[in-house]
């Protein structure tokens, strides 16, 4: 019978205590681990790869300066996560400044709930989110993808809890039609198919 268990380190939060010792081969290997990942956040708020590389960049950047900061609660990836989606609301703040959050509920009659008969593969869902309007994206991807609630989306996007989901519920409706209009384009295709 063992009086002591031995707690051994995990790789990766040895790999981060390396890299607040900024140890340039752990942060290599974190980076290789998280890029891929992370390239996908960035590039659901930009509009293209170029944009989504840059804010990649950048948020790394700000991973390695304030990795000391991560107090191993809670997830590592989640903590990345976070710094990222800081970075491209940044990024889409300062470098687009035609994005409009102006709608008000009044604007916006509630779409019923839909059941899609297609099932959709993630590509198509997220080339039909990228195609989103920027602000009705950015505020989908947050409520949506990322989990925020209104009221954090409103601080985070300096706007109203209401134009918040006033842009949620117009995404929504787009990405609906989006579905029902997929969804009548492969009935018309299976019964030209069975004529």
């Not at 659901?44 to 944009?51: A, L, Q, S, V």
């Not at 990345?80 to 609301?89: A, D, K, W």
């Not at 899609?116 to 309007?133: H, K, W, Y």
Request: charged share 30%; hydrophobic share 35%.
């Amino acid at each position: 019978m063992r009086l002591f268990t031995i707690h051994k380190e995990s790789d990766e939060k040895k790999m981060i205590r390396q890299c607040v010792d900024h140890n340039p081969s752990a942060q290599r290997r974190l980076y290789e681990k998280y890029a891929g990942i992370m390239l996908g956040v960035c590039r659901r708020y930009m509009g293209n790869t170029e944009e989504a590389e840059e804010a990649l960049s950048n948020g790394f950047i700000k991973v390695f300066k304030h990795i000391d900061r991560f107090e191993f609660k809670g997830s590592f990836e989640g903590w990345i996560r976070q710094i990222m989606v800081r970075e491209c609301l940044m990024y889409i703040r300062s470098k687009k400044q035609s994005i409009m959050y102006t709608d008000t509920l009044e604007d916006f009659d509630t779409p019923a709930s839909f059941e899609p008969e297609l099932e959709l593969d993630t590509e198509e869902l997220l080339l039909m989110i990228d195609a989103l309007p920027d602000g009705y994206k950015t505020i989908f991807n947050l409520y949506a993808i990322e989990g925020y609630k209104h009221h954090e989306i409103a601080e985070m996007l300096q706007i109203s809890v209401s134009t918040s989901k006033t842009q949620l519920m117009r995404a929504r409706k787009i990405l609906q039609k989006g579905v029902e209009d997929l969804e009548e384009s492969f009935r018309t295709l299976s019964n030209t198919n069975h004529e």
